[in-house]
């Protein structure tokens, strides 16, 4: 056997190419094992669904009724993404604490842009738009994120029904519950809104 300038023969380097191999092969297993008998962190969604962080925030939550097209969430928008129309000032009515005046022809929040930062909830003066809690707005267009709360308020719903909770309530008992909630008009602004599993 010919020696290479390391020194080493050319048997002690086929010998060690392949114990080398042996070992990066028992550490990429030992690693894969590692995974296959720990705790899975995927879940099946929306078979099962994971807790929310307490602050989390999902689609908002519209009360119309007290809203007063005070344009004050759009002005504090940092993308623009909220669009308001009335026919004539709007003022709550002390005795029912509901908005009164002229119409609100329109309430949209455009979720193509919106990044969930909570800035429009702040400025309210009625209180009457949130954060909720749900995260799921899959559409079939683009034109369906943008979302005419005021449309939905005519429906009695404070926010979109996702296309998940309309396909899956029959089958999944959680999700018939956050359909009957949404389609309730019940707010969701915290955790222990949301059905449980
Ligand atoms: S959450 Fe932020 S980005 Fe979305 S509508 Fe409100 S202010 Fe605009
Ligand atoms: S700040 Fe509140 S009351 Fe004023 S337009 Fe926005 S949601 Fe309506």
């Known amino acids: 056997m010919s020696a290479n300038p390391s020194g080493a023969s050319a048997a002690d380097t086929y010998f ?10 028992a550490i ?15 879940i099946q969604y929306p078979y099962e669904k994971l807790a929310f962080a307490p602050r ?7 009360e119309a009724d007290k809203c007063i097209a005070c344009d004050m969430c759009a002005k504090a928008c940092p993308v623009d993404c909220i ?11 002390k005795k029912t604490g509901k908005a009164v ?4 022809l329109r309430y949209a929040i455009d979720y193509q842009k919106c990044m969930f930062c909570a800035l429009c909830t702040e400025p309210c003066p009625t209180d009457c738009i949130h954060m909720g809690k ?10 369906d994120m943008v979302v005419e709360f005021q449309e939905l308020d005519k429906k009695g719903m404070r926010t979109p029904l996702p296309l998940w909770a309309d396909k899956n309530a029959a089958k999944i008992p959680w999700v018939a519950k956050e359909k009957e909630r949404i389609e309730k008009g019940l707010l969701a602004t915290t955790e222990a809104d949301i059905p449980e599993v």
Request: charged share 30%; proline share 2%; glycine share 8%.
């Open 134 to 143: 749900n995260h799921d707005l899959s559409s079939y267009t683009r034109a």
């Open 56 to 62: 989390f925030r999902g689609i908002h939550e519209f």
């Open 28 to 42: 990429g297993m030992r690693i894969t094992l590692k995974y296959c008998f720990s705790k899975t962190v995927t």
């Open 16 to 25: 060690r190419d392949i114990w080398l191999s042996i070992k990066s092969i």
């Open 83 to 93: 669009y308001i129309d009335k026919s004539a000032p709007r003022k709550i009515d």
């Open 101 to 104: 005046g002229g119409d609100l």
